[in-house]
């Protein structure tokens, strides 16, 4: 744990809450930055993170925005120190598609635009291991890409206002689509924290609010006209390191009827990752 007094003479000015000016990342140091970063993200400990985002979806045309629908999901993790340095995580998350007017999970969904209505198809992640290096940047193992697949993850230095903190993840892909526009995301997930939070002594995890920000290209299972103009934006807010009990009621409803055994014991899903050698 980083407590205040250990922090550089700047950072330990700001976790006393007594300056205003923002502290430019170069007055951490590398463990330090690091350490504030996984508590935000994640845990410095080995016990289950919970997490979740809550997001609206729009169409935009021209400017104009259309409502689409609602997305929840929720993420389960685990973390330990890694071998050379940094952490390695196994996750994995549950979503769905909602009603916007009652938050029943969408079995189909009518297209604004192309006046049709498709099976709404939702995306469950299987779980997953990764690395988050020394400098704060995350490595997924590579997937199965499509040939011409642009694929990139980066994490921005941290952001230190008076107590406040802010670390931004910025996710982006371009993937070919034969004979069709290509699917492009475009993301950025920013979390907050207090630093005088998150440099307490001895915590393991402090946890963070969550804004979600996505601008994508419509997907393919929209079934959008082929030359539909126009692109999707996501906004959503979250929280990291909740207690399950505390997750959205209408993801813990729709989890009930498609998959109970994520709201006895999500941690099995990741099991048979965080135990292999």
Request: with cysteine; net charge negative; aromatic share 10%.
């Amino acid at each position: 744990m980083v407590a205040a007094a250990s922090l550089p003479l700047g950072a330990a000015t700001l976790a006393a809450g007594t300056a205003a000016r923002a502290a430019p990342p170069e007055t951490l140091s590398p463990a330090e930055r690091l350490r504030l970063y996984m508590l935000m993200r994640g845990a410095l400990d080995e016990q289950l993170v919970v997490s979740f985002i809550e997001c609206n979806y729009w169409g935009i045309v021209n400017a104009e925005m259309t409502p689409f629908y609602n997305l929840v999901a929720a993420t389960f993790a685990r973390y330990r120190p890694a071998h050379g340095g940094g952490y390695e995580s196994v996750s994995f998350e549950i979503e769905y598609f909602l009603d916007p007017a009652t938050d029943a999970v969408l079995h189909e969904w009518k297209n604004p635009y192309a006046g049709k209505t498709v099976l709404a198809k939702h995306t469950d992640s299987e779980p997953v291991r990764y690395i988050i290096d020394p400098d704060c940047q995350i490595h997924f193992p590579p997937p199965p890409l499509t040939p011409g697949t642009v694929n990139s993850n980066a994490t921005q230095p941290l952001r230190i206002v008076g107590d406040d903190v802010w670390s931004t993840e910025t996710i982006y892909a371009r993937v070919p689509v034969p004979g069709e526009k290509p699917v492009i995301y475009d993301e950025k997930i920013i979390n907050h924290a207090r630093l005088s939070t998150l440099t307490r002594s001895g915590i393991t995890r402090a946890g963070a609010d969550v804004t979600y920000i996505g601008i994508s290209s419509f997907r393919p299972w929209q079934e959008m006209d082929k030359n539909q103009p126009g692109q999707m934006l996501g906004l959503g807010h979250g929280s990291v390191g909740i207690d399950p009990h505390d997750l959205p009621p209408a993801w813990i409803a729709a989890t009930r009827q498609h998959r109970p055994q994520a709201l006895i014991n999500p941690g099995v899903y990741l099991d048979p990752l965080w135990h292999q050698p």
